[in-house]
């Protein structure tokens, strides 16, 4: 009887889909099979993209970052793979050096922590072998990004912000590169 319980437990478990949401207990999508990672609404908030001052040199395809490797041109980039390498998603500058910004963005880690170059968070799989901090590793499902009705809505935007715009007449990908929002329609 344990072996018949236990078979279909598994059988039950084997066929669930997961649909993570952060923020709420509910996201943006209705229960969906096509979502790994979905945010709750009506929050203004974003999701803040990791901030580099060396860009990786054999990045994952996909790759979204906030490049401060000059930080006086600091720029928001997605790398579209081999064939066209970095995309440039702000199309201008953003000076991170500034009072505002380095009072809460660029302190230095301390030299006593040792980074661990294999450490990532992932959903969608036990294990990958892209490079990254937060992986999502599913061949068809995607995360849907945090959706603001309008930017002016995100009281104190922090750089390498991220959401999705959605306001009658203005969808769009907004991301902040610490100085300003840039905006990419589809």
């Known amino acids: 009887m344990k072996k018949i319980i236990a078979t279909l437990f598994l059988a039950i478990i084997s066929g669930a889909n997961a649909q993570v ?23 203004n908030k974003g999701i803040i993209l990791p901030y580099v001052r060396t860009i990786p040199t054999a990045p994952t395809e996909g790759t979204i970052l906030l490049d401060a490797s000059i930080p006086l041109t600091s720029r928001v980039k997605y790398y579209a ?10 199309g201008q500058n953003a000076n991170l050096n500034s009072s ?10 301390p030299a006593s922590i040792t980074e661990l170059a294999n450490s ?21 499902k995607a995360m849907i990004l945090p959706i603001v009705a309008d930017v002016q809505n995100i009281l104190s935007p922090s750089p390498g912000m991220m959401v999705y715009v959605n306001k009658a007449g203005a969808k769009r990908l907004a991301v902040y590169n610490g100085s300003k929002w840039s905006f990419w329609k589809p």
């Open 120 to 140: 990532k968070a992932i959903i969608g799989a036990t294990s990958s072998s892209a490079d990254g901090v937060l992986v999502l590793e599913s061949t068809t």
């Open 81 to 90: 793979g081999t064939v066209k390498g970095w995309v440039d998603l702000s």
């Open 21 to 43: 949401v952060i923020g709420g207990p509910t996201g943006s999508a209705t229960i969906n099979t096509s979502v790994l990672l979905d945010f709750a609404t009506g929050l």
């Open 100 to 109: 505002t910004v380095l009072a809460n963005f660029a302190t230095e880690q």
